[in-house]
C-alpha cells in the first residue's frame, strides 16, 4: 500500500556528506541548535536540496463520530464534533488563531460527523463523508473494510490534491469525541499492552471514566483477537473514519516526499498504523508536540520520536502543528541564512 | 535596588477572577492548551489587560570578555568574542536569523568585549564597555564594586530606552567566551552548590575541561568564602559585565511592568541574581527554553520556573528567546480572537 520511493535511500552520501558539512560550519558550536538541525536536516534530505523551503503549509483537520461514545467515555457530548467543525469553519477555534498566525492553509474536512453538512459551503470545507459516524465497536467492527478503505484513500485523496497546490509541509490534526477511546485501542492492539497504558483523561475525564475506557479497550481486544489481527484489521475494527483517512493521507504525503507534521495522541495513533504498513514511513515524519494525555509519551517512544514541543497541551484539532511549526521554519532559516566560520572571519574552536 | 510596584499585587481579585473565566470559556476542554494558559494569564496580569498585546518585542544581546578565560576553561580562543559581536551587526549569527523571522528587535550591547569598537557605527550597536574584559577571577575579583555598579545601571538604562520605544517584551540574551564559568561560579555562591553541580561543557568542552571548570569555581568560592557573601558580592567577584548588565536591565524590566524573558544558562544565572535582590522578580519572567548545559535544569528548578521549550540548544545570545517568541505570541492570540462555548454555540462539558 503506497509504495514510498524513500528518497533517503537515494540521496548520495557526498550530498549527506555536503549537508552536514553545511551544518556543521555554521557560526556556531557544534550542535548548538539541537533538535533544530535535525529537523533542517531531514527536510534537506526529503526535498534533497541544501536550501530546502517550506511552500504552501497545510493543516487537515478531519472530524468524525464514534460509536463508543454511546458507552459514556467521554466528557463531552456528541454534539460538540459537528458543533466544532462549524466552530472551525467561523474561525473561532484555537486552530484557527494558530494557523492564522503562521499564514498555513487550514482545511477542515468532515470524515465521517454524525450530522449533515450537506448545506455547508466554505472554500476550506471538504465533505466527503464515509457514513454518519462509525459503529460502536463494543458490539460491533466500527467500519466495514470497504468503509476503512474508502477512509484511507480519501485522506490520500485530499494530500494528493494539496501537493498539487504546491504544499509540501502537511500536517495531520482531527476532531471526534471519543477519538482518544479509539486511538488508545489502535495502540493497545498494535504494541500489546493493556488498556489502562493506553487509555488516558482525554478531554478530561475522571479515573473512573478512565478505567471504564481501558476496560472498553480491554474487552475489545479481546472480542476480536485484536492483539494477532494485522494492521487493517485493527484499524477497521477500533479505529474511525478520521484516523484512517490521516492514515492514508500520511501515507501518501510521505509517497510524495513531503514532511509528515504529526499533532497529538491521536493523529499519532495514525502514524503508528502508517508505520506498520510502510517501514520507512517515520523517516518523512516530525512529531511536533507531547501532550498531555498519559499514553502520548509511550507511544512516541515506542516510535522512537522525538516532539518539538511539550506544552502540556491536550487540545487537538492540528493546535500542536501550527504552535510547532514556527520551530521548523526557525531549521530552514538558520540552514539558508546563517554565516559559516568562514564567511564571518569567525575563529574555529580549539580542537 | 529597583522597587517594583508589583502589577500582580495590586490587581484585583475581580479582575482575576474575570481573566481566569476568560481562558476557561475558550471552546477548548479546560486547561488544554497547557503552558500557553499560564503565559496569557502572566501577560494579562504585567498588562493588566484583558487583552494584552506584544509591542516593540526587543531582544538584547550583552557581549563580554572574561579574564577568567586565561585559565583555560573555554573550547574557544577569547577573540571570538569579538567576531562574533561583528557577526551580530553583520547579520549573520544564528540570533539573526531568528530575530528576523518573528520582526524582534535586535540591539548588540559591548558591555566589555576585549576589543575596540570605537570605530563601529551601526544602528543596533550600543557601545558602552565597562572595562576591556574581567580580571581573571582565580587571581582577583573580576570587577571592582564600581564597575559591577556601573554595569548594573547600564543595563537599566537600556532597558528604559528600550521602554520608551514602546517596547514592551524584552529578551536577555549575551555572548562572552568563558562566560558558563561565571555564570556557574554565580549559581555555585548563590545556591551553595559544588563547582562540579554547576560546571558543564559549554560550547563542547571535554570532560578533563570540565572538572578544571568545577575545581576553578570552587576554589573561588572558597578563596572569597562567596557562600556567606551578599548577592552583589558575588556579582561582583565571579561575574561578568554582560551579566551585570543584564541582572540591571531585567530588574529595570520588572520596574517597568515589562515581560522579562529569559534565553539559557547564563542569562538565568542573571535572573537568578535578579531574582535574591528582589523577591518579586520571577513573576515578570518567562524562561524561554532550557539550555543542553547540563546545570542549567537545576538552576531552572531552584526558580520553580518553566521553560517553554527543550530542543538541546545550548548556542545562547538570545536564541532561545527569539525561537520560543512566537509561542508567546500564540498565547496572547488564543486569549484574544478564540471564541467562547457562548459566542460559538459549543456545548461545555457534561459535568
Redesign the interface.
Known amino acids: 500500500m503506497f509504495e514510498i520511493i524513500a528518497p533517503l535511500e537515494k540521496v548520495t552520501p557526498e550530498f549527506v556528506s555536503e549537508l552536514q558539512s553545511k551544518i556543521d560550519f555554521?557560526?556556531?558550536?557544534?550542535?548548538?541548535?539541537?533538535?533544530?538541525e535535525e529537523v533542517a536536516f531531514k527536510a534537506a534530505l526529503l526535498q534533497r536540496s541544501l536550501t530546502p523551503v517550506f511552500s504552501n503549509p497545510s493543516i487537515i483537520i478531519f472530524a468524525a463520530d464514534h460509536g463508543v461514545a454511546e458507552e459514556g467515555v467521554s466528557?463531552?457530548?456528541q454534539?460538540?464534533t459537528e458543533?466544532?467543525v462549524?466552530?472551525f469553519l467561523?474561525g473561532?477555534?484555537?486552530i484557527?488563531?494558530?494557523s492564522?498566525?503562521?499564514d498555513i492553509t487550514l482545511k477542515i474536512v468532515n470524515a465521517g460527523v454524525k450530522a449533515d453538512f450537506s448545506a455547508v459551503k466554505h472554500d476550506h470545507f471538504i465533505n466527503s463523508p464515509i457514513a454518519n459516524g462509525t459503529y460502536n465497536f463494543a458490539l460491533q467492527s466500527a467500519m466495514t473494510a470497504e468503509q476503512c478503505l474508502a477512509a484511507i484513500n480519501k485522506g490520500a485523496e485530499i494530500t494528493q490534491s494539496q501537493f498539487e497546490q504546491g504544499c509540501n509541509v502537511i500536517g495531520f490534526g482531527e476532531m471526534g469525541i471519543a477519538n482518544t477511546t479509539s486511538a488508545a485501542a489502535i495502540m493497545s492492539a498494535i504494541l500489546n499492552l493493556a488498556g489502562k497504558q493506553c487509555a488516558g483523561k482525554g478531554?478530561?475525564i475522571d479515573d473512573v471514566t478512565v478505567s471504564l475506557k481501558a476496560k472498553v479497550i480491554d474487552e475489545a481486544i479481546n472480542k476480536y483477537q485484536l492483539n494477532d489481527a494485522d494492521t487493517l484489521t485493527i484499524l477497521q475494527t477500533v479505529g474511525g473514519f478520521e484516523i484512517a483517512m490521516m492514515v492514508g493521507g500520511m501515507l501518501k504525503a510521505a509517497e510524495l516526499s513531503m514532511l509528515v507534521l504529526v499533532d497529538g495522541f491521536i493523529a499519532s495513533s495514525a502514524a503508528l498504523v502508517a508505520s506498520e504498513l510502510n517501514d520507512d514511513f517515520l523517516q518523512y515524519t516530525q512529531f511536533c508536540h507531547q501532550s498531555?494525555e498519559q499514553a502520548h509519551q509511550l507511544l512516541l517512544t515506542n516510535m522512537a520520536a522525538t516532539p518539538?514541543?511539550?506544552?502540556?497541551?491536550?487540545?487537538g484539532e492540528g493546535?500542536g502543528v501550527?504552535?510547532a511549526y514556527?520551530?521548523l521554519?526557525?531549521a530552514l532559516?538558520?540552514l539558508n541564512?546563517?554565516?559559516s566560520f568562514a564567511?564571518?572571519?569567525?575563529?574555529?574552536?580549539?580542537?
Do not use: I
Open positions: 555554521k557560526t556556531k558550536p557544534l550542535g548548538s541548535l539541537g533538535l533544530l466528557l463531552f457530548p454534539v460538540v458543533q466544532m462549524l466552530n467561523n473561532g477555534a484555537a484557527n488563531c494558530f492564522n498566525q503562521h478531554t478530561g498531555e518539538l514541543l511539550n506544552l502540556g497541551m491536550r487540545l493546535s501550527a504552535v514556527p520551530l521554519v526557525s532559516t538558520f541564512e546563517m554565516s564567511d564571518a572571519g569567525v575563529s574555529e574552536s580549539d580542537e
